[in-house]
């Protein structure tokens, strides 16, 4: 009974250390962050998973003024959203910071898409600090638009970083796609 017993425990061990091995293959050694800006929520969702499955440490970039329904009614020339994306210099303040970005390899940065593009207060996150050397990911929701020219904007404001092109993702997008799209930059 003790022989069968060990080798019972022997093949549980071997079985789950594929399982392990699978899970070390999709992480690194690099130190992760997913940096996200939501307006209604939908890309809060989308950066909670993709933080779980690159087991990253999450941040919220938060307007010190938040967007209101108004704000955002992209139809109104006149609203706060229509005359920020027009703009092109405007620069939301954001209320907190990352308290130590030099200690992250890679950073995913994702928004909801804005006139085509990351809305104004991505670009003052990116102005915020030193991406020398680092790798940011782009990542956006949209229920149509694609992300545009987001990537090359975010590559102007930091030519010191590698900034790849990023995804538009849809708001239910799997934990396994994203996973698999991350595994790129891990």
Do not use: H
Not at 3 to 16: E, T
Not at 89 to 108: G, L
Not at 128 to 153: C, H, L, M, Q, R
């Amino acid at each position: 009974m003790k022989k069968w017993l060990c080798m019972m425990m022997a093949a549980i061990a071997f079985f789950m250390s594929f399982n392990v091995k699978a899970e070390e293959d999709i992480m690194s050694d690099k130190k992760v962050l997913v940096a996200y800006f939501s307006a209604t929520g939908v890309t809060a969702k989308v950066a909670e998973r993709l933080a779980q499955v690159t087991v990253a440490d999450l941040f919220e970039i938060k307007p010190v003024r938040p967007y209101t329904k108004k704000d955002l009614d992209w139809q109104n020339p006149q609203s706060r959203s229509s005359v920020e994306m027009r703009s092109g210099n405007a620069r939301p303040e954001i209320a907190e910071k990352v308290t130590n970005m030099s200690q992250y390899d890679v950073v995913f940065v994702g928004f909801p898409i804005w006139w085509y593009r990351e809305p104004a207060i991505i670009d003052t996150f990116i102005e915020s600090y030193n991406f020398e050397g680092k790798t940011i990911v782009p990542f956006a929701t949209s229920g149509v638009s694609g992300i545009g020219d987001s990537g090359g904007n975010i590559q102007k404001l930091v030519p010191e970083a590698r900034v790849a092109v990023g995804k538009r993702f849809a708001d239910r997008v799997s934990e396994e796609e994203l996973q698999s799209w991350a595994k790129e930059w891990l």
